[in-house]
């Protein structure tokens, strides 16, 4: 593909990921894409190809931008979990497109990447081996500890925003109970 070609590539890329976040596949519409691009539909044919392709695209390059973002510190997880609330506060896109890919029926697309993902299984065995140093608790098992831990991290996305206005006033604090939950919820056995 030349210079050009990946530009507008790229510019294609970009303006799906914010109609699709927006929207999802259903009802994002491709000629707003195009619009948003300054390309006509026909290029993005011609680049990425049909609504679906784009989606899955989209979806996909999500999927390994928000894995580059997502890392783990074993000896120190509560901080981790406050850097990624930390990043998908600041990109909420990521977290959207998962869920738009998940409403839509793209598991199969979400598992695909995930499991292409190197760095999941890194994170997996760093909490295996937080476990295994006495640092974290040991009765449940190591993935759950990650999902649990990004489910902590990015519960404020999930939330109505009526339910927002009533509850923390910002996101330091918000960041502060996070950080503080995962710790609670990984003290070691016993403590």
Same mark, same amino acid.
């Given at each position: 593909?030349?210079t050009?070609?990946?530009?507008?590539?790229?510019?294609?890329?970009?303006?799906?990921?914010?109609?699709?976040a927006a929207?999802?596949?259903?009802?994002?519409?491709?000629?707003?894409?195009?619009?948003?691009?300054?390309?006509? +539909?026909e290029?993005?044919?011609?680049?990425v190809?049909? +609504?679906?392709?784009?989606?899955s695209?989209v979806?996909?390059?999500?999927?390994?931008?928000?894995? +580059?973002?997502?890392?783990?510190?074993?000896?120190d $997880?509560?901080?981790?979990?406050?850097?990624i609330?930390?990043?998908?506060t600041?990109?909420p896109?990521?977290?959207?497109m998962m869920?738009?890919?998940?409403l839509?029926?793209?598991?199969? $697309?979400?598992?695909?990447?995930?499991?292409?993902?190197?760095?999941r $299984?890194?994170r997996?065995?760093?909490?295996?081996?937080?476990q295994r140093?006495?640092?974290i608790r040991t009765d449940?098992?190591?993935?759950?500890?990650?999902v649990?831990?990004?489910a902590?991290?990015?519960?404020w996305l999930?939330?109505?925003?009526?339910?927002?206005?009533?509850?923390?006033?910002d996101d330091?604090?918000?960041?502060?109970?996070?950080?503080d939950?995962v710790?609670?919820f990984?003290?070691?056995?016993?403590?």
């Amino acid at each position: 593909m030349t210079t050009s070609g990946a530009r507008t590539k790229a510019r294609i890329l970009r303006a799906a990921t914010a109609e699709f976040a927006a929207c999802g596949l259903g009802g994002a519409r491709v000629d707003r894409i195009a619009s948003a691009a300054g390309v006509n +539909k026909e290029r993005i044919y011609a680049h990425v190809g049909d +609504k679906v392709a784009l989606f899955s695209a989209v979806v996909e390059a999500n999927m390994a931008d928000l894995a +580059k973002h997502v890392q783990l510190d074993p000896l120190d $997880l509560p901080e981790s979990a406050g850097r990624i609330f930390d990043h998908v506060t600041a990109v909420p896109t990521h977290v959207r497109m998962m869920d738009w890919a998940r409403l839509e029926g793209a598991d199969e $697309l979400v598992s695909f990447v995930e499991r292409s993902d190197p760095n999941r $299984l890194v994170r997996i065995e760093a909490v295996a081996q937080a476990q295994r140093a006495g640092v974290i608790r040991t009765d449940v098992p190591a993935i759950d500890i990650v999902v649990s831990i990004f489910a902590l991290a990015t519960g404020w996305l999930h939330a109505p925003a009526h339910m927002l206005a009533k509850s923390t006033p910002d996101d330091g604090a918000r960041r502060a109970f996070v950080v503080d939950a995962v710790r609670c919820f990984l003290a070691p056995d016993g403590q």
